[in-house]
């Protein structure tokens, strides 16, 4: 579905090119889950905006190609990659109030990137977004319609813009630690969204998180990222069950223990 080759990327400075990722390889699979993880400043962030093609103006792709549906998104023209990215590629970031647009009522943003991809009637393009709103759980929709992002709690605008990001039904959806900027309570909430979105399209899914528990439940397949490259990838159970490189087990070593394992142990005293 998705392939990562050798992706290679550096940021412009005065006087010289700094490399912020280097050599990324991996796959998405069709109908799978993949997780990206590795600790603030890893590059996942950069390999996600190099393969979509939103990386700042300081910022080039200088080396590799990210395949998908037959076309390298690297090289592709801008109006192929803006054809490709939301009716393709679904992408949720972290700040859902930097995804939504503050001046444009949310009937607005649904209207525009409907729109984008197909012609609608007003009234047609109100049914479809009360149904979406109303498929990711927003209470009230004809309210949020009508309203403005700054209205919202940052769960609800999170749920508004995985319902633009799965508009046009894409078979990928790329999210960029999407419960981050959230408040703890509701971030469990909208990866269950997210992970509903995803098996009842079988979808594929490259969840970007710094949370091994997240990728344990939510991904079949793990990719580790340390300083701008990958150091292992493979299936969760086996990464995870076997990890081979230090770094993989040194993240592994600093997740919580489950609350069970304590009281496990204090049982049989180990
Ligand atoms: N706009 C930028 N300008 C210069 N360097 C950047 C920029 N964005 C990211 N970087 C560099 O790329 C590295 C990876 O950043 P990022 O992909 O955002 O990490 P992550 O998402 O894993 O936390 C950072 O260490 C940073 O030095
Ligand atoms: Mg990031």
Known sequence: MLTVSGLTTEFRTRVSGVRAIEDISFDVPQGVAVGLVGETGSGKSVTIRSILGLLPAT????????????????????????SIRGRRIGFVAQNPF???NPILSIEKQFANVIRAHRTMSKADVRA?????????QVRGPERVLRGYAHELSGGMAQRVVIALAMLHDP??????????????????????LIDGQISAGNRSLLLVT????VVAQYCQRVVVMKSGSVVETGAVADVFGDPRHPYTKQLLAAVPPAPWSRAAKEVTGA
């Open 210 to 213: 710094h949370d091994l528990g």
């Open 98 to 100: 930097g995804s939504l």
């Open 128 to 136: 479809v977004a009360l149904e979406r709103l109303e498929s990711v």
């Open 59 to 82: 910022g080039k792709v200088i080396g590799g190609s990210a395949e998908f549906d037959g076309v390298d998104l690297i090289r592709a023209n801008r109006s192929q990659l803006r």
């Open 171 to 192: 078979p990928l959806v790329i999210a960029d630690e999407p419960t981050t900027a959230l408040d703890v309570t509701v971030q469990r909430q909208i990866l269950d």
